[in-house]
Each structure stands twice: as C-alpha cells, then as structure tokens.
C-alpha cells in the first residue's frame, strides 16, 4: 500500500481530478480568478435522478462555475457588473429558483490512499439492512453490520461522471468512536483508486468529526469549496 508521501500516487490522483473536473464542470483548471463555464450535464439528471443546475469548484488558484447552456450570457453580465456576490445572489433567480443562494461546503479530494486496516463488506445500496439516507446511491455502499445483523455504518458513492465518485460516510450513534468512519473511507478509496478513478468528499465547515476522518483517510484540507444550489426533479 502506497504511503502519503507516494510521488506517482499523488501525481496520478492530481491528473485523474483534473480530468473529472474537465469532464464534470467543463473546465479545471481555472484560467482565473472567477470563471463561468456552460456544460450540458446541468440540465440533466445526476446521481440521484434530480438536476443541479449550478455547480461549481473553488480552490486557492480560482474559482470555476458551472452553469446551464442556456445563461451563460446573462451569468457572464452577473460576474461582469457584480463578481461573485452578484452570482451568489443572482444565479438562482436565472434558473427559476429566485429564493436560493450559491452555497459552500468543504471540497476535499484523495491525495494518497491511507494505511488503514481494510473494513467492511460490499452491499446493493437497496439493502433493506441500510438506512434511507443511502438507499439513493448510484453505487455499492461499503457497510460494517453488529453482530446482529444491524447497520453500524457505511460509505455511499455517488458516481457523477465516469471518472470521479464522491463518498458521503454516516456510523450510527452506538458505534461512533471505534474507527469505522476512517477505514471504511479507506477501503473504498483503495478500490476507487484501483478502478481508475478519483474520490471527492465533501462537508459543512462546521463538521470537525467528518473532517477528522476525511484527514485520516487520505483526504487533506487543501483550501477547496464546493459550490451550488439545491438539486430539482
């Protein structure tokens, strides 16, 4: 198993995010400070079936947002006249969500794949064993069960493009505190990693927990932000 300090795991893991966010967004790196970019994938269906129809990436060499085909002229005299603050305020109301605001969350992406003890057992993400929360994923989900057969916690992926999947990671109450969050992240980006793609995950800011075990995983704080508005049927 590579170590953090892996030269050709890190050099292959920043090109693999570069080419998903090429793909996902329409553009990465960004040439600026503030970049729009209209790529057809807004106006269709995610992970889960529903559409996001702004989504954007920011990290300390630029920002880059992604908008439908259909705005980008009147997303460009935003940016132009307003800069961010006008996208923020503004980009919901040219999508026919006039009450929402671009919001943030911590974007992290897998740097090096972490020496941690593998965990867990691959389930359909309609295992009736799983809560609700997972059940949309549009991949397996990596589970640990109680000696009762009962959920004590899991990975869900969420496969956005052919080339990247992010994780979400949920240990129910009564199992918090034993490793489960950080290994099973592990393991799956061990596998992900394997089958040619990138991991991204991502968290409020104010989630230290889901943050401890992004860091013991592989995924270091690096100054990125996710981007967007909520997703619609």
């Known amino acids: 198993m590579s170590s953090p300090d892996d030269p050709e795991v890190r050099a292959e893991l920043v090109r693999r995010l570069e080419r998903h966010l090429q793909n996902y967004l329409g553009a990465w790196p960004p040439d600026g400070p503030l970049v729009l970019v209209a790529s057809p994938l ?12 702004i989504t954007g990436v920011s990290s300390p060499s630029g920002t880059v947002v992604s908008v ?27 999508v026919g969500l006039p009450e929402e605001r671009l919001r943030g969350g911590v974007f992290r992406a897998l740097r090096f794949l972490a020496d941690l003890e593998p965990l867990g057992e691959w389930v359909s993400p309609t295992d009736a064993r799983l809560p609700d929360w997972l059940r949309p994923f549009n991949g397996e989900v990596l589970a640990v069960f109680d ?11 969420k496969f956005h493009d052919p080339f ?30 394997d089958e040619g793609k990138v991991v991204t995950y991502l968290h409020r800011e104010d989630n230290v927990a889901s943050g401890a075990v992004a860091e013991a995983a592989g995924f270091p704080y690096e100054g990125w932000r996710a981007l967007g508005l909520p997703a619609v049927e």
Do not use: C, N, S
Not at 42 to 51: A, F, I
Not at 72 to 94: C, K, P, S
């Open 42 to 53: 807004r106006d269709e269906p995610g992970w889960d079936g529903r559409v996001r129809p």
């Open 68 to 94: 439908p085909p259909a705005i980008l002229g009147e997303a460009e005299t935003l940016r132009r006249t307003g800069g961010f603050d006008a996208l923020v305020t503004g980009l919901g109301v040219l």
């Open 147 to 157: 000696d009762t057969g009962h959920y004590a916690a899991g990975v869900g992926q």
């Open 164 to 193: 990247g999947v992010e994780f979400a990671v949920g240990t129910e109450p009564d199992h918090r505190g034993k490793g489960y969050a950080r290994r099973l992240v592990a393991t799956a980006a061990r596998r992900a990693y």
